[in-house]
């Protein structure tokens, strides 16, 4: 019989590196949500996932919990960073409101998706979504746009509905894909990054529900992981990305912005083939 909370103890010097491991990811997880406005998970999902692999805990629930784990971190980072621009008047409240539902739909369907599919086509689909946030960050102009506004009807459910599902299964918020699809339908950029941190709060807290749920009794997984979100990880990234972040947004009015796109896009290439390397 599997349990939904497996209680395998590691040596201690193990478990000092697992903490270790989790500590930095945290930490530049939370820089990276400030710098960018892409979700922390970017970092978190491939450096919780190897240090899992490394240190031989878990197995083939390994990337699905490491993709859990950081949803949940996300419900307190998007939840900070979303109370923050709404004290600056920046969130589009009727743009949260009507294109939330969907989101969060999507990304209990994203969860289920995830909670079916093997390591290796996870991994894929996690490689290929995060080669497209690089191409973006590192190719497209901050302001180019597509269209003049947001699609309305059947063309935000279907949207909203992708746009939850893909972070779900990629571990990120709303800023990666959310802001993108506003800045390139004209909105401006710190509305965009505004307002899909409210998406990203619906994602964490729908997706987590769902990895719980589909993970509930699914071998291979780290210690302490309930279905497929480990608890100490979620704990320990959740206090280190919510207390980081305002720096890198600090960080993001000090430094040249363009280079820094430029080479983290190098840096999620780079990311998304040791991912799916590994997984296969």
């Known amino acids: 019989m599997r349990y939904p909370f497996?209680?395998?103890?590691?040596p201690l010097n193990e478990m000092l590196l697992l903490l270790a491991a989790l500590t930095a990811a945290g930490l530049v997880g939370g820089l990276v949500?400030?710098?960018f406005g892409v979700g922390?998970?970017?970092?978190?999902v491939p450096a919780v996932f190897y240090a899992f692999e490394v240190l031989g805990v878990g197995g083939e629930?390994?990337?699905?919990?490491?993709?859990?784990?950081?949803l949940l971190t996300i419900v307190a980072?998007?939840?900070r960073s979303l109370k923050a621009h709404?004290?600056?008047?920046a969130v589009d409240e009727v743009v949260l409101k009507t294109w939330t539902p969907w989101v969060a739909a999507g990304a209990l369907i994203g969860a289920a998706v995830a909670g079916a599919t093997s390591m290796t086509g996870l991994a894929i689909v996690y490689g290929v979504c995060l080669l497209v946030v690089a191409a973006q960050m590192g190719l497209l102009p901050e302001r180019v746009t597509l269209r003049r506004d947001l699609p309305e009807g059947w063309g935000r459910r279907a949207t909203g509905t992708v746009i939850g599902g893909l972070s779900a299964m990629m571990g990120i918020g709303g800023g990666s894909f959310g802001g993108m699809m506003m800045m390139l339908c004209g909105r401006p950029v710190h509305q965009a990054v505004a307002t899909a941190s409210g998406f990203g709060l619906a994602i964490g807290a729908a997706a987590?529900?769902?990895?719980?749920?589909?993970?509930?009794?699914?071998g291979g997984r780290p210690p302490l992981s309930l279905g497929y979100v480990n608890v100490p990880g979620a704990i320990v990234m959740a206090v280190l990305t919510t207390a980081v972040a305002p720096w890198g947004a600090r960080l993001a009015h000090a430094l040249d912005r363009a280079?820094?796109?430029?080479a983290f896009a190098l840096w999620l290439l780079a990311t998304a083939g040791a991912v799916v390397w590994k997984a296969l």
Do not use: C, E, K, Q
């Open 6 to 10: 497996p209680m395998t103890a590691l």
């Open 33 to 35: 949500a400030g710098l």
């Open 40 to 44: 922390g998970g970017t970092v978190i």
């Open 61 to 70: 629930g390994n990337l699905h919990t490491a993709i859990g784990t950081s």
């Open 77 to 79: 980072t998007s939840w």
């Open 86 to 89: 709404r004290s600056h008047g």
């Open 208 to 218: 987590t529900l769902g990895f719980i749920v589909f993970g509930w009794d699914a």
């Open 259 to 262: 280079v820094l796109r430029r």
